[in-house]
């Protein structure tokens, strides 16, 4: 897989359902980018890919910090640690046990994790000022 523009929401999505076709779990996908930028788009096309049963369902997890989406390949849990402070709120989630359960994870505002992670594929988005379209680098 190699980097992309997108300059829809749509091709964002599409990116995000090519990528979940070919992850295989166990897998963490780190996700990093501004406000605004796609994320949670990014994450609904990786669980169509996925075989999620309903991916009009994802949202981003903001408050909830992590949702859980049954698929045909794998459980997708989707975290958001853009609320998160200290290793205390980490581990009060529950990521050890997500982190082990051999699904597919999803984190956005991967750069507030401060444990490592086995098998980790980093994706970040960018934003360009003028144009809005957006650079997504995969790997």
């Not at 780190?30 to 169509?48: F, I, W």
């Not at 994870?105 to 992670?117: D, F, H, R, S, T």
């Amino acid at each position: 897989m190699r980097n992309q523009t997108s300059r829809s929401e749509r091709d964002t999505f599409l990116l995000g359902q090519e990528i979940g076709r070919q992850i295989r779990p166990p897998r963490v996908i780190l996700l990093y980018g501004e406000l605004g930028s796609g994320k949670t788009v990014l994450v609904r096309g990786m669980a169509e890919g996925l075989g999620v049963t309903d991916p009009g369902l994802v949202r981003s997890p903001s408050y909830t910090l992590v949702n859980e989406y049954p698929g045909e390949k794998s459980t997708l849990y989707h975290l958001d640690f853009y609320r998160l402070d200290s290793l205390r709120d980490l581990y009060s989630i529950g990521l050890e046990e997500i982190l082990a359960s051999q699904s597919i994870v999803i984190i956005e505002w991967a750069e507030k994790l401060l444990v490592e992670v086995e098998n980790p594929f980093p994706i970040r988005i960018v934003v360009e000022p003028e144009t809005r379209y957006r650079q997504i680098e995969i790997g």
